[in-house]
T-cell receptor
Framework: DAEITQSPRHKITETGRQVTLACHQT?????MFWYRQDLGHGLRLIHY???????NKGEVSDGYSVSRSNTEDLPLTLESAASSQTSVYFC????????????FGEGSRLTVL | AQKITQTQPGMFVQEKEAVTLDCTYD???????LFWYKQPSSGEMIFLIY??????QNATEGRYSLNFQKARKSANLVISASQLGDSAMYFC????????????FGTGTRLKVLA
């Protein structure tokens, strides 16, 4: 079955370190998204991509970057982790069909100390 | 700009009763899609129901229905015959079909079903 997987599921890191969260989907979806979930804020869009070599900034992109070198993967990098980036991160993908719902990964819980 | 508003941070409902979770949205696009997701305590995001902006009928999926009032820009989720397993966080989301085709979410409503 097609799926979308994130790794690691849990990570603890220190302020200032670079962190990369992996996202791999086998749906063959062109659209991929990264969200962070924080209490009281719901899910906020960090970055998104509509295809290979395409990346776009979301509403909370500062301090994050992504790259899309193939259809399956959209890794999220925190260049220099900050305590404010402690959160649960969700990767998701979709296609252009109707309804075109988002398919989510299991989430990655990141703690920055 | 797109915006989703969920004004109920938390709600309680008695088992077997119906409950309505509110969602209002703002968009300048004529073509868009509205979604509801459920997030149980285990953390996964579960797609529940979809409504297209041009759909004339309200969407239904089992015990879930979407009360779509386009002129009022509201897309409330109705859960009939609540079950204990319905206790979860519920998110309303919108995707514009034209333009950037990105999905934005509300802040969520935490529903607790009481036995």
């Amino acid at each position: 079955d097609a799926e979308i997987t994130q790794s690691p599921r849990h990570k603890i890191t220190e302020t200032g370190r670079q962190v990369t969260l992996a996202c791999h989907q086998t749906w063959n979806h062109n659209n991929m998204f990264w969200y962070r979930q924080d209490l009281g804020h719901g899910l906020r869009l960090i970055h998104y991509s509509y295809g290979v070599q395409d990346t776009n900034k979301g509403e909370v992109s500062d301090g994050y970057s992504v790259s899309r070198s193939n259809t399956e993967d959209l890794p999220l990098t925190l260049e220099s982790a900050a305590s404010s980036q402690t959160s649960v991160y969700f990767c998701a993908s979709s296609d252009l069909s109707t309804p075109g719902e988002l398919f989510f990964g299991e989430g990655s819980r990141l703690t920055v100390l | 700009a797109q915006k989703i508003t969920q004004t109920q941070p938390g709600m309680f409902v008695q088992e077997k009763e119906a409950v309505t979770l509110d969602c209002t949205y703002d968009t300048s696009d004529q073509s868009y899609g509205l979604f509801w997701y459920k997030q149980p305590s285990s953390g996964e995001m579960i797609f529940l129901i979809y409504q297209g902006s041009y759909d004339e009928q309200n969407a239904t999926e089992g015990r879930y229905s979407l009360n779509f009032q386009k002129a009022r820009k509201s897309a409330n989720l109705v859960i009939s015959a609540s079950q204990l397993g319905d206790s979860a966080m519920y998110f309303c989301a919108m995707r514009e079909v034209s333009g950037t085709y990105k999905y934005i979410f509300g802040t969520g409503t935490r529903l607790k079903v009481l036995a």
